[in-house]
């Protein structure tokens, strides 16, 4: 069974950092790119980043650029963002998602439960 | 335009059938993929691809495209469908990118 599991979340002032990890499992992790997503309450869904299987490729939204770090560590099978200088705007659910691409046009996400951050001093 | 535009509500009479859309740039190249939210919970894929279901959705759940503009449809909609919807592709760039959403209310 595919699982991914975020842990991670909690509450941070203003300005601080946090560390979120993205552990898979029921699959083989190193083939399949992956991506953070993250919904503020009540908003919809907002892509945050994406990491190629390797690692070598990657992208970020504009509202998290020079702020957060995705990574990787295909030998421990986990997905990690790391979010510096946090902002109220930030507090979220984070999703660890799974980009299972079917033909190149034709691309799905598989997700994980999530992981609440809040923003708040 | 990496954007993808979905009407933000949508009602349906019980056992009728409903169309929610979706439309963007980047549908003209990628296919839409279609989530369902519920309250507290993830999303869960309904649609990926020119139609296709995973496992456990209902058959009353489908897909179609055409041009700049993606469909999902439930034909026959249940009580339980009641959430809201989310279309999702990738941008040109290579990222992805969702829309607004569309809550749907089972009447």
């Known amino acids: 069974e595919v699982q991914l599991v975020e842990s991670g979340g909690g509450l941070v002032q203003p300005g601080g950092s946090l560390r979120l990890s993205c552990a898979a499992s029921g699959f083989t992790f190193s083939s399949y790119e992956m991506n953070w997503v993250r919904q503020a309450p009540g908003k919809g869904l907002e892509w945050v980043s994406y990491?190629?299987?390797?690692?070598?490729?990657?992208y970020y939204a504009d509202s998290v650029k020079g702020r957060f770090t995705i990574s990787r560590d295909n030998a421990k099978n986990s997905l990690y963002l790391q979010m510096n200088s946090l902002r109220a705007e930030d507090t979220a659910v984070y999703y660890c998602?799974?980009?299972?691409?079917?033909?190149?046009?034709?691309?799905?996400?598989?997700w994980g439960q999530g992981t609440l951050v809040t923003v708040s001093s | 335009s990496s954007e993808l535009t979905q009407d933000p509500a949508v009602s349906v009479a019980l056992g009728q059938t409903v169309r929610i859309t979706c439309q963007g740039d980047?549908?003209?190249?990628?296919?839409a993929s279609w989530y369902q939210q519920k309250p507290g919970q993830a999303p869960v894929l309904v649609i990926y691809g020119k139609n296709n279901r995973p496992s456990g959705i209902p058959d009353r759940f489908s897909g179609s495209s055409s041009g700049n503009t993606a469909s999902l449809t439930i034909t026959g909609a249940q009580a339980e469908d009641e959430a809201d919807y989310y279309c999702?592709?990738?941008?040109?760039?290579?990222?992805?990118?969702f829309g607004g959403g569309t809550k749907l209310t089972v009447l």
């Open positions: 998602a799974r980009e299972v691409v079917v033909v190149p046009a034709a691309r799905y996400l598989g």
């Open positions: 990491i190629s299987s390797s690692g070598s490729t990657i």
């Open positions: 999702n592709s990738r941008d040109s760039s290579g990222n992805q990118v």
């Open positions: 980047s549908l003209r190249s990628y296919y």
